[in-house]
């Protein structure tokens, strides 16, 4: 279960919720006065939302290149190896 803590308190209290984080796995939510500004979780959560971060990224980015492959279908590589020599070109002028 999450814990909620000011960013004050926090400075009095660091050592004790850091080892709850990193020990216990608790995670903090840092507030600043009443909103809440940051978060504070174990490095084992945060390689894990990395890790789904990631996934989630080659996921839409397959998806793209999916989509991509069935605009394309209809193109021969020399007709899309003509455009881009032709993009290409119009930027360097």
Known sequence: MQRIIGVTELQRRFRSVFDEVSHKNVPY???RGSRPEAVLISYEDFLRYQNLHEKGVLARF???????AIQNAAFTDEEVA????AALAELNR
């Open 29 to 31: 939510v840092l507030t």
């Open 62 to 68: 397959d998806d793209l290149m999916a989509r991509m």
């Open 82 to 85: 003509a455009d881009v020599e």
